[in-house]
């Protein structure tokens, strides 16, 4: 019995182990809405491998933040892509940026200030 929950610990240990391994292979940022308006926000990882979406769709008040994690890069920066649209239908407007190179705590700020594409 001893065994068994010598070889359990040791399991639990690694697994601990592998996911503080994995937090330190990322940098947190911080996603601002720079406006008065509120946006509608997605993030995408561009150092992940396909890159992934860190945030779905989210509302962000006026000059508000979200704190989000992401990959580091070979170069031990964060790489995002994000896009916005205003939440207001009767004066749509959208945004987007790509944002290399970001160290630790960096903050990004979104924003919808011009008019939609109508494609």
Known sequence: MKLRKLRVFKAGALVFA????LA???VQIKIINDNTSDIIVTVYDM???PP???VTGQRING???VPITVTLGGDGKAHVSWTAISVDANSRLCGN???PALDSDTEVHTYAKTPCSSN
Do not use: L
């Open 18 to 21: 592998g996911a503080a391994a």
């Open 24 to 26: 330190d292979d990322g």
């Open 47 to 49: 150092n992940s491998v």
């Open 52 to 54: 992934r979406v860190v």
């Open 63 to 65: 000059f508000s933040s």
């Open 97 to 99: 940026a790509d944002r």
